[in-house]
């Protein structure tokens, strides 16, 4: 049976790698239109049609931009546009490295916070590092995906507040739409997410938003490219217009989820069921799972909403554990880079149910004795 013909045959509903997630059934079929140009009356009604919707789910009164790259495209602006000089970066795993070296690859200076994996950089780490370097932006991870640690993104986001023309740059991809991610009240400067994440789309777009701050600094800072350029996508935003021609069936999709956000009640019921999700883990790591030798990675009050990282039973191998999973029918991820063996990470994230994490959790428990 060729690769195509197998994943065709899973059964919805039991695919809970962190990225890509599932998409819905409903959310594909709207892929299905037909095109429409890009620079026409259709597509500013598309755009315009989509704003209240995303400043409801960004929670913030300013422009949401899309682009037609993956979330690290976005990273990328956040970087050309929001770092004069030199930026602090917080890492504790894969995408917060990713972050800072981004910052490197883009020829500006970087200085690390380094946590040990699974644990968060704290405000007071952040208070002490701003004040020995100076910087003109930070970068950060909020829920960071190779580890299923949850940043403290609002106590985080005042202390940056504290220090003059530093910019908050935050990579919200596993945390936008599954958590709480408070844009305009947290007053982040740029804000990023990819589609195939919590949002449940697939993958193909970044979404995000800059405040004044980041637009100003935007200004300041020559060399910030062409197609990632952030006051471009400003600029075009003025008019519901798209910079380039966009991903036009992937703006199909997202405004066929958008509409079922709100028919579940709103971005804030999407953050309870994934809270619930996270809770059934919590639940089932404190019970059964505990007792076979699952343990969070991350310590209590900095777990993911959308993703758990848990460390495998002693003599188990997590890379083992997802592939006997996948023989059941259930795809969940193995651990990341150095936490391939030691890990396994489920992505409750999307459009998941509560039910189907407790089954799952089931079947884990009945491979993993
Ligand atoms: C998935 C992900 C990204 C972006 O990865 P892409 O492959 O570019 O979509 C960035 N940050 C985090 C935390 C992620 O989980």
Not at 7 to 14: A, F, L, N, V
Not at 80 to 101: I, T
Request: charged residues 25%; proline residues 6%; glycine residues 10%.
């Amino acid at each position: 049976m060729s690769q195509a013909n197998s994943s065709s045959k899973q059964e919805i509903g039991r695919f809970f790698l962190p990225g890509p997630t599932e998409v819905h059934p409903d959310v594909l079929a709207a892929m299905q239109r037909p095109m429409i140009p890009h620079r026409g009356g259709d597509m500013v009604q598309l755009l315009t049609a989509m704003e209240p919707p995303l400043q409801r789910a960004w929670r913030t009164g300013r422009r949401v931009y899309i682009g037609t790259c993956s979330g690290t495209g976005f990273m990328e602006m956040a970087v050309r546009c929001g770092v004069r000089r030199r930026a602090l970066s917080l890492v504790g795993g894969a995408f917060g490295e990713r972050f800072a070296g981004i910052v490197a690859a883009t020829g500006r200076d970087v200085v690390r916070v380094d946590v040990p994996l699974g644990q968060t950089v704290e405000p007071d780490m952040l208070r002490d590092a701003l004040k020995r370097t100076e910087v003109d932006a930070v970068t950060l991870v909020h829920s960071e995906t190779a580890t299923g640690a949850l940043a403290p993104l609002e106590e985080l986001a005042a202390v940056v507040r504290e220090f003059a023309g530093v910019v908050l740059l935050v990579d919200a991809v596993t945390s936008f739409a599954g958590s709480p991610v408070e844009t305009d009240a947290w007053e982040l400067d740029f804000v990023l997410t990819g589609s195939q994440k919590a949002l449940a789309l697939p993958p193909g777009l970044a979404l995000g938003v800059a405040s004044d701050r980041m637009i100003e600094r935007a200004k300041q800072v020559p060399e910030r490219g062409a197609y990632l350029d952030l006051l471009a996508f400003d600029r075009a935003g003025i008019d519901y217009q798209p910079t380039n021609t966009p991903a036009i069936s992937l703006l199909y999709a997202l405004e066929a989820q958008l509409r079922r956000i709100e028919a579940e009640g709103g971005i804030e019921s999407r953050w309870k069921r994934h809270q619930h999700m996270q809770e059934i883990v919590e639940r089932w790591v404190r019970g059964r799972g505990g007792e076979l030798g699952f343990q969070f990675l991350p310590p209590v009050d900095r777990r993911s909403w959308t993703v758990s990282c848990l460390k495998v039973p002693s003599g188990k191998s997590g890379r083992a554990l997802a592939v006997v999973m996948k023989s059941k029918g259930w795809v969940i991820g193995s651990g990341y880079g150095p936490l391939k063996q030691s890990t396994i990470r489920i992505g409750h994230m999307g459009d998941h149910s509560p039910e189907r994490v407790e089954e799952l959790l089931h079947t884990l428990e009945s491979v993993a004795v």
